[in-house]
């Protein structure tokens, strides 16, 4: 069996390489490398400026083919205030840039894994805190916020998991993409056990997160009155391809819900879990990652999709370095531009001209730093 | 004082060399008000002191450039590294006290300083030249409304003189470093101040609003100021009043020998002010009995505060 090597592992070898490399150089080719590294040092130095984005406003009517724009927040992992209250600020965090964009998006999305341990309280604080979001909220599940009680109470708090809409033309589905096979019962676990197996990565225990048969169904239904050039955004939590088993970045039936998303001409996906910058696009179908308000995730060691431009490694000494929330403009077409407005870096914006045109044109800005 | 070494100069960082920040104060109309660097010069051009000076320094008759790069050189000379602490470092083991060891074992670890103020023999400022948003302003600014207003202005006109003007004459200065870049993220956040000397250059914050290093201490061991912008490494610090005085007698060891007297004086003075009054002291928010998130989320207006 193929073993990856771990995070560490690989920086260790990178390191090793680039002192090899400062060993055997020529003096020109010293320079580049000094002035890369001056960069470096020089904190975070960003490609281009930040510029205050105006944004058109279209009128209010509710035709279709319009431009609008929404925000998203995600990956909040609140826990129990006597355990950590840093995560409960970024979400606050959020919620106030959320607030104060002007003019206000149509909706904010909020892409799952609003609890640590799916725990009644951390659910309750969180529904509190969304509950201040001046634009209405369209909320998605994460399987940190389902495998305590297997959704009771979120779905007391929010309703169906999984469920779809129409806006300005556009048609939103909501999927529960975090179903997993039944690994409990057998091992005798206690919700809790299941809890904490579920929230691990790198274990061996828990199944591969899936759609299943059940949604697979509704969608198939859900979409059969729409025609192969209708608008479709369909957010999940889990992104629907498949990138890196061990930490499940993985949808295990993808393949089959891309095919019944195969007939449209763009579809554009949306989907928490992976707290980066990611970006991919498999045919017709666009993929966009969010940031989570609570933690950056390291890159998966393999499987990264050419079209994403890696972040470079947040500052240990500042936690919200690499967090942050952001914004979705959709086009007339479908595709969107996607903002990552990133907490303690100039936001990044993944547009649809890059994504079209399969990573040739608008190329984000690649940061100066290396990726981890 | 050593400001010779800052890769920025202000508060903002809105100048990046000694010889550019030293024209700006002139023509700042709250400041020195002249109207433009020509009538600045004529104030000093029929000064025989000045014009021998300038030809011999410039080789060229006096102008207004010359005249930053002069002040810029002056500033240059005031470098005062020499503290008890440097000598410590040095193997001078009687050069501080045991109290201001420990201190600076705090300094370290538990009180989370160095995170920003990191001091170390190639860097001995204890500054990591960045800007940080430590909630000294959230006190008592709206930074939203504040953002919206330096946004609006600065769209009709963001020359150099403009940002010095609002920087120095208005409230607009309390959003610090978002003046100079607009993005949302340096909102309320001023470079790191060197740690060097800080004993003697009271009073404390970009605002000058604390008077003691107790209240520093005060201020940050609470966990600075809620406000969304606050930087990520501002958490409650849980500091006992022993090791409030244990940090506090570290930092004045890092005084330049030459002003061991001022130091002394200012030690003294700081802690008999600090005994009467100590107005930043929260020891329920520092032990995290109270969190400064509970009030908003329960208060149903959370969002306007």
Partial sequence: ?372 | MNVALFQTLFWDGRSPSLDHQALQPILNPVEMGMPDGETAMKAIRDDAEYQEAFKKAYVREMNYEDLGRAIGAFERTLVFLDSPFRRFLNGDSDAISDEALAGFELYDGKARCVTCHPMNPSNPLGSDHRFHNVGVSARHQDFEELAKQATKILAEDSSEQKLDELAVGTDLSELGRFMITLNRVDIGSFRTPLILNIGITQPYMHDGSLATLWDVMDHYNKGGEANPFLDGGIEPLALSEEEIDQVVAFLFTLTDVRFAEENQQQFELQRAAAKKNRPIRDEAMAERSILPFEQRVTSSKSTDQ
């Fill in chain 1, 1 to 372: 069996m193929a073993t990856h090597p771990s995070v560490e592992t690989k920086y260790m070898e990178e390191r090793r390489e680039l002192f090899h490399g400062i060993r055997n150089l020529e003096r020109r080719s010293f320079l580049k490398v000094s002035a890369a590294a001056l960069g470096a040092s020089a904190g975070l130095a960003y490609p281009h400026s930040f510029t205050p984005v105006s944004v058109a406003q279209g009128a209010e009517d509710t035709g279709s083919d319009q431009a609008f724009r929404f925000a998203y927040v995600s990956d909040s992992h609140l826990y129990e205030k006597d355990v950590n209250d840093r995560f409960v600020r970024g979400l606050l965090r959020a919620v106030d840039d959320v607030n104060n964009l002007d003019p206000q998006p149509d909706f904010v999305f909020y892409g799952g894994d609003l609890a640590q341990l799916g725990q009644e309280k951390e659910l309750e604080l969180g529904a509190q805190i969304l509950k201040n979001l001046k634009a209405p909220l369209r909320i998605m599940v994460g399987e940190h916020d389902w495998y305590l009680d297997m959704g009771q109470k979120w779905q007391e708090l929010f309703g169906d998991p999984t469920y779809s809409f129409d806006h300005k033309g556009v048609h939103f589905v909501v999927l529960n993409s975090v179903v997993e096979a039944d690994f409990w019962t057998e091992r005798n676990m206690t919700p809790m056990e299941r809890m904490m197996t579920v929230a691990g990565l790198d274990n061996s225990l828990q199944s591969p997160f899936t759609v299943g048969q059940t949604q697979r169904k509704w969608l198939q239904d859900d979409l059969e009155k729409l025609s192969d050039d209708a608008r479709l955004i369909i957010l999940s939590h889990s992104p629907l391809y498949k990138l890196y088993k061990p930490w499940n970045f993985w949808t295990d039936d993808a393949e089959e819900v891309q095919a019944i998303l195969n007939r449209f001409k763009n579809v554009v996906v949306i989907h928490g879990h992976t707290h980066q910058l990611l970006t991919n696009r498999i045919g017709n179908i666009h993929f966009h990652g969010v940031l989570s308000t609570a933690w950056p995730w390291p890159y998966a060691p393999e499987g990264m999709p050419e079209l994403t431009i890696e972040m470079s490694r947040p500052d240990p000494f500042n936690p919200n370095d690499g967090c942050g929330d952001g914004e979705v403009h959709v086009h007339p077409d479908g595709l969107v531009d996607k903002i990552y407005n990133l907490w303690n870096r100039n936001p990044v914006s993944v547009t649809a001209a890059y994504t079209a045109s399969g990573g040739s044109d608008s190329v984000p800005p690649k940061p100066n730093r290396p990726s981890y």
